[in-house]
């Protein structure tokens, strides 16, 4: 079992950077590829980003390949996204999500956190 909290969302302006942490439980953290996704309302969930175990091999969205970038700490159980140069159409619920082996579909993930609104004004 891996319970997942997300934080660092909020509201920034457009062209502005944020960072968001997911902090895991469990002493199995590094066995588990890492995603995030995201969901903007009355749109379907979005795949963001994804790292391996390891933190080898990482995986993005076209659309934000080159303004995002995930990176994750095993010691601290942590899995980090940052953001940058943010757009209006980036505003959404962020989640983090755990699967045991690197995936893009939101199918594939066995474990999510809450959430965390990340809100982009023009």
């Known amino acids: 079992q891996v319970q997942l909290v997300e934080s660092g969302g909020g509201l920034v302006q457009a062209g502005g950077s944020l960072r968001l942490s997911c902090a895991a439980s469990?002493?199995?953290?590094?066995?588990?590829?890492m995603g995030w996704f995201r969901q903007a309302p009355g749109k379907e969930r979005e795949f963001v980003a994804s790292?391996?175990?390891?933190?080898?091999?990482?995986s993005y969205a076209d659309s934000m390949k080159d303004r995002f970038t995930i990176s994750r700490d095993n010691a601290k159980n942590t899995v980090y996204l940052q953001m940058n140069n943010l757009k209006p159409e980036d505003t959404a619920v962020y989640y983090c999500?755990?699967?045991?082996?690197?995936?893009?579909?939101?199918?594939?993930?066995?474990?999510w956190g809450q959430g965390t609104q990340v809100t982009v004004s023009s």
């Open positions: 999500a755990a699967t045991p082996r690197p995936a893009r579909g939101w199918s594939e993930y066995d474990y």
């Open positions: 469990g002493r199995t953290f590094r066995t588990y590829a």
């Open positions: 790292i391996s175990g390891s933190g080898v091999t990482r």
